[in-house]
């Protein structure tokens, strides 16, 4: 009798300290968050309200800028593409599916970006800021009509769903 309940407590002891360790390792994951916003930057208006449109509109268009700079040379003014080069922009771009050398699957827009930032430009791998690279895929996606509900970041990109 007295074992039993000696096992039990046991028993009891253990579960608790799984729960408890599963709950300790599942913070950190989400940990990276709080540090990210600096203390002068104001978290980004939804899209839905003035503020946040001209938001949209600031990043799209510092991404036209710098596609044209860092990006249209190899893919194309309007993001076409050209013989060995893919189409970033239009309904076909971006495919799910690895193209070529690409070996990265497209599903949601945080794909792109970090195949992006790791891999663009071509000849300059990791050449632009991470604002910058954000920017770009702004305006690469809203060209192909995608309409952004914010400001893009790695966050809110991991929610835009390019190809189911
Ligand atoms: C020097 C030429 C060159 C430049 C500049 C360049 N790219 Fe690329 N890009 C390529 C090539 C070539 C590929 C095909 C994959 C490979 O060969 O690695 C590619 C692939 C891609 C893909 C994957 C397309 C797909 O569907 O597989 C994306 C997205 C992309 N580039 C975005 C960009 C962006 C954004 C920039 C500018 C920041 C940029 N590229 C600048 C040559 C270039």
Redesign the pocket.
């Known amino acids: 009798m007295l074992a039993r309940t000696v096992i039990g407590i046991a028993v009891l002891a253990l579960v608790g300290c799984g729960g408890k360790s599963d709950s300790g390792s599942t913070t950190p994951t989400t940990k990276p968050a709080p540090d990210k916003p600096t203390p002068d930057t104001p978290p980004d208006p939804p899209a839905s309200t003035a503020d946040g449109k001209a938001a949209v509109a600031a990043q799209v268009k510092a991404g036209e800028k710098?596609?044209a700079e860092?990006?249209?040379?190899?893919?194309g003014d309007n993001g076409q593409g050209k013989k060995?080069?893919?189409?970033?922009i239009g309904d076909a771009?971006?495919?799910k599916d690895?193209?070529?050398?690409?070996k990265?699957t497209?599903g949601t827009a945080a794909d792109?970006l970090t195949?992006?930032a790791k891999?663009?430009?071509?000849?300059?791998p990791g050449?632009?800021s991470k604002d910058?690279?954000a920017a770009?895929?702004a305006f690469?996606l809203t060209k192909s009509g995608k309409q952004l509900t914010g400001k893009l970041d790695e966050a809110s990109a991991a929610k835009i769903v390019l190809n189911e």
Not at 84 to 88: G, I, L, N
Not at 98 to 102: A, I, V
Not at 119 to 124: E, I, L, V
């Open positions: 710098s596609y860092n990006c249209s040379g190899c893919h060995k080069t893919p189409a970033v771009a971006l495919p690895p193209l070529g050398k690409r990265a497209f792109v195949y992006i891999t663009m430009p071509k000849d300059d050449g632009l910058d690279y770009v895929l690469m």
